[in-house]
Structure formats: C-alpha cells, structure tokens
C-alpha cells in the first residue's frame, strides 16, 4: 500500500461518508513522512476535520507545515472563487464586492463546475510546485487530498474532461488539457477508496470504483478501514457459531460475545472477499482502533498498521 | 399524558406508551435528520414498518435515489410514484407503506408551470439553457424542491404519515432555509439587474468598478463557453412573477414544518463524532422552535455481548488457551466500547431530558433485507 503510495505524486482519497476518510488520509500523510517524503494535505470540504484530528490546528488557503515534513491547507470554494475574480479585475476589494452581489451568485451557480475547476487547477498547483532554492525539485513530494465523500468526488474528477468537451478552444481549455493529463497519469496520480467491510459500504464502493474508471483516473488497492483486529482461527469460528456455541463452561459466559464477533468477522471477510473479485485488486484491511476520538497519537497507530501492510506484501512476494 | 391534551384521532391500536410507536401514531410528518454514514436511510424505512405495522398508512419519502433504499425495503424501482412495499401482517390492520422519491427536477417544471404568467413564458424558461443548470445546481433548490414535493403530497390526504429521510447535511436547517434562500436569489433585484446587465453596471458609482464587473462577467462568459449573462437575463425575466408566488408557498412549507403533527427525528450513531453532530442539530432545532421527536441511536452494542461481570477467561490452560485469550480481549474491548457508548447516549439524555431515545441494537450483519429491517422496527417498537 505505502508502496503505491509512495510512487505517487496526486493521490485523492475519498469514499462513503463516515468510513474514516480523514483518518485514513493523515495517517497514509504519517506513513509517508515516516519514508522522508514531504506531504502536503489539502482538505477541501468546508466542515473537514483535518485541523481537528491534527489537535487543534486551523487551515488557511496556503500551506502550513504542522509537524516536520507534514504541511495541510484547506480549499474554500469562496476563496478560490475570489482569486478567480482577482486574477481578472487585479483590485481585491473589487473581487470582494463582486463575489458578494446576488446577481454574481446567480451567475456563477449557471456557470457549472466553476468551482471544482478552480480546485483542482490550485491542486495542480501544488502538486508542481517547486522550492524557491532548488528550482528543480518539488516543493512537496505527495500531495494528498482528503476528497469530498462520494457523491462530489467523480464530478470532480471529472471536471477537466466535461470542460473540454464544453470548450475544446480558447485559454481555459489548454488547462482543462493539462489537468486531464495530471489526473490520468498513473506514474503521477491515483485515487485511493476508503470503505468498511459492510454489505452497504461495499456497493456504494463498487458504484463508487466504477465511476472513477470511466472518469479515467487510476485506482490504488481499497482501503477497507476499521476491521476488528482480533481474528478467530476457522475452528474458532465453527465452535463460536455452533447453536449453543461449544466452548467449555469456563468460558461459556463470554460465548455470546464470541458469537457475535465471529458473525461479524465471516461478514467481513465475506465483504472483503467481494470487493477483491469485483474489482480484481486484494483491499487494504486497516484495524478498528480502540479509541473513539481521534488524536494524533490514533493516526500514528494506523499508520503503523499502513506500514505493516506494505511489509507483508512484500513478505509474501519474497516468498 | 392527561386525556384532556390528547388530540382527538380516529381509531388506531391502542395507544402505546412506546415512544416511538406514539410517534408514529401522533404525527402526520416525521423528517429524520443526521449526518452521513449513521443509517438515517434505513432507520427512516423501519419507521415507515413500525407505522404501517400500527395500522396507518405510511410513505417513506428520499431524496436521494440511492440503492440503499430499495435494497433495504425490497423494491425494484424508487421513482416520482410511490412503489408499495409488500408486508407480512399489515393489510388487515389497514396499514401500508410506499416508498417515492421527492423528485426534485420535476418539482421545478411543474412550479414553473404553475407560476408562470403564461403558457409561453412557461415553455421559454423550460427551454432556457441554464434552466437545467439552475434547477439542479443553484444552492437549496434541490432542497426546497423536495420541501415543495412533500408539502404537495401531504395535502393529497392519500397518507395518514410521511417520514422523510432527509439529505446527509452538516446543519440541520439546510433544507428549511433552501426557500428562502431561493426566493432571495430570485428577488426583484436580481432580476431586474440580469434581465438589463448594464444596470449592474450604472449602479457602481466608479467608472473602474464598472469596467472591472464587466470584465469578471466576461471572463465568466469565456469560461462557460456560450453567452451566459444572456441567457441567464432570459431565464430570470422568464421567471417574472414567479418571484412571489415562490416566496408564499415557501411560507406554507416553513408553516407546514411547524405543525403540531410533524415532528423531527435525529439519527446519530454512539460514537463521539457523531454524537457531537448529533448535539449540534438539536440545538439548532431548539434555536429555530422546530418540534423535536426524540433520538435514535443506531448500531449500539448489545447488551448481551458484554460480558464483564463474568471472570477474565485468559487464565484458561490447555486446548482452549488461544481462544480464551481471544475471548478475553473482546471482554476488555465490548467494556471498554460499552462505557465509551453509555457516556455518549448520556449526553443525549442531558440535552433532551424529556425527549425519547431509542436504541438500536448493532447486528452481526449488515442490514439491507427487509427481515433484517422488520428487526429494526422491533427495536423502535419494542
């Protein structure tokens, strides 16, 4: 997993609401810091909780390094709309004017994907960044993007090319040209599905899968977040889920406990399982943590388990 | 409750001291509100069960046409016409449940029809360009939309209760305040300016300010590729007149909403985000004097899995050793998840004294069939 992560320079990360995107997120942020890379988190939902999880820090529009080689910044649609209107009338006060009048409202809600465009052009943006000093390298290595949930994330990404079907001509469409370019490359940008391993999620995430390939944007492994870390053997389970479960009476006040559980994870596993062969790739399972509230000592414990996931695989292809 | 505060109903089951039973029996609109991922879209289609399975005639309306939905309640098609969900045991009770979409695209042809002064003005802002575009994506008019939509089909009389699942929102209140929102984008004042652009022009006192707007309005022109302000001129002097009878019937709706039959339900899971969300939306119904109906808690761990009274198991020697173990870690974990749930639904407590909460049992599986929904509806019911 942090493999793929780590050849990427654009990876956005979306899925279901309440799967843990912003978790997930900082801590594929933490696991590359750990590999020396520079990150830079880009939120872009307006009620995010990047700054939250990171203990209390506030996002601005510009980057802001909050722990060594870990930058985050946020993307405001009013923002960005400004600095679009900036960049034509150059007098601040005037964008601000303008942006705030009923009738620019309305105008602006006619002109689709205004908004999104101007996202990714400043995503862009960042990801080609270089360093003032050294004007060869990247100002940031990976760029990771904590992506609107579902329903938002593939109009998105599929902003430059319904741009460029709209205007095929003129000076927008030559960046519309270079944002398909950067968001189909797959040496350079990936998206990568956070989803949990329930019946519902998994669909949502295959419709979800589906609509990312057509867009055109490559797919890394699923992420399938918060699953139990505690694993019963099959025998375990046979036992477990025999009516009346068949343990010994020492341990028959704690057999419903096991029941569930063990019901719990063959539905899990059977999720998993679904979601591989649907979409050819074996998921990325990342453990339920203990604690409800996430800190950032929580997104180191998953980050922890990102690492572990990488070991294995390459455990396993060395055998 | 005193007899004498009971509203006079027609012949029900007998009254139930099961809060959410009462619910659906008192209320003619229940619009369950919550954040994403909680389970608001089945926990409004078990609603719909425990009211159709209480003899009354309920619809589960959405507005998102998702497969959740007609995974969950066993139907092919969810569409603008209500689709029966087939029950065991309700037709004799005079129940039944409907399942429809607020379709919000169609809402808006059909207001656009009505308000409009004339057949042809009608028809010009229906083909205008950007119609589309407004109608799906100017902020609030999908919501209002449904707001319209449902007010619509509470006054057919055809259903005893409606239940809403409500779009995932991070304020409540979203969709209330989509009316007006809309009425105001659609004032006279924009009007005026879109249908003349140059006005907007006059009115900046500067010669600079002028010509900077009609700079960005160019540069909106070149990013949308066809002649936009035009066409937006067109629509809004197409919709003249509409203005106000948008304005009233967003009064009906906004009245409609503070009825005494309808009531809020707020779907949250145990966890603290969620809670915390939860919190939130309450008191921003308190704030806007919306009726609240009561909380529910979905997918809390049942009670029978914790097992912490009983001796820690990992003592256990011999050929069970590795499973109790196991055994013995879940016994930490359900207590330590059950505390953590308990301090969370107590916060609900705090901040709705009064107010019904119920708790929906976490299953072992996924709910999306309807046995699986009809358990809900025991948990609501029970």
Partial sequence: ?319 | MIESQRRPEPARPVESSRPFARLVDRHRLLLCVGSGGVGKTTTSAALGVVAARRGRRAAVLTIDPARRLKDSLGIDRLDGEPHRVLLADVAARGGSLDAMLLDAKRTFDALIRRYATSEAAAERVLANRIYDTISTALAGSQEYMAMERLHAIASEERYDVLIVDTPPTHHALDFLEAPERLAALLSSRAAAILQNPSLILSRESSRLAQAALAAVLRGLERFTGFQLLRDVGEFVAGMEGFSSGFQSRANEVALFLRRHDTAFVLVTTPEAARVGETLAFHRELMRAGLPFGGFIVNRVLPAHVVSDSAPDPSRETGADAALARKLALLRARFHALATAERAEIAQLERAAPDAPIVEIPLQADEPTSLRTLALIADALDG
């Avoid at chain 1, 998105?156 to 189909?184: I, N, Q, V, Y």
């Avoid at chain 1, 998206?191 to 890394?220: D, F, H, K, Y």
């Avoid at chain 1, 341990?251 to 399982?273: K, T």
């Fill in chain 1, 1 to 319: 997993m942090l493999g793929d992560l780590l050849h990427r320079r654009l990876v956005f990360v979306t899925g279901k609401g309440g799967v843990g995107k912003t978790a997930v997120t900082l801590a594929l942020a933490a696991a590359a810091t750990r590999a020396r890379r520079r990150v830079l988190v880009v939120e872009v939902n307006p009620h995010g909780r990047v700054g939250e999880y990171l203990g209390g820090v506030t996002l601005g529009p510009e980057p802001v390094e909050v722990a060594p080689g870990l930058s985050v910044a946020a993307i405001e649609p009013t923002v960005i709309l400004e600095e679009f209107a900036l960049r034509i009338l150059r007098i601040r006060a005037l964008a601000r004017r303008l942006l705030q009048s009923q009738t620019f409202r309305i105008v602006a809600a006619a002109a689709p994907g205004i908004d999104d465009f101007l996202t990714l052009v400043r995503i862009a943006g960042w990801e080609d960044a270089r360093t003032g000093l050294q004007r060869r390298r990247h100002r940031f290595d990976l760029v990771l993007v904590d992506a609107p949930a579902t329903g938002h994330s593939v109009p998105l990404l599929a902003t430059p090319g319904s741009l460029l079907k709209m205007l095929p001509f003129g000076p927008l469409a030559g960046t519309a040209r270079e944002l398909a370019l950067l968001l189909s490359d797959p040496e350079r940008t990936a998206v990568a599905v956070v989803t949990r391993a329930e019946e519902m999620a998994v669909n949502e995430t295959l419709e979800l899968s589906s609509a990312i390939m057509r867009v055109g944007v490559p797919l890394l492994p699923t992420i399938v977040n918060a699953v139990a870390p505690l694993r019963f053997s099959r025998a375990e389970l046979r036992r477990l889920l025999k009516e009346p479960p068949d343990v010994p009476a020492s341990l028959r006040p704690h057999a419903a406990a096991g029941a569930f559980s063990a019901a719990r994870q063959r539905a899990a596993e059977r999720e998993i399982r679904r979601l591989g062969r649907a979409l050819a790739t074996s998921p990325v399972a990342l453990p339920l943590l203990a604690t409800q509230r996430f800190t950032p000592a929580a997104i180191d414990e998953l980050a922890d388990a990102i690492e572990r996931v990488g070991t294995r695989r390459r455990a396993r292809a060395v055998a």
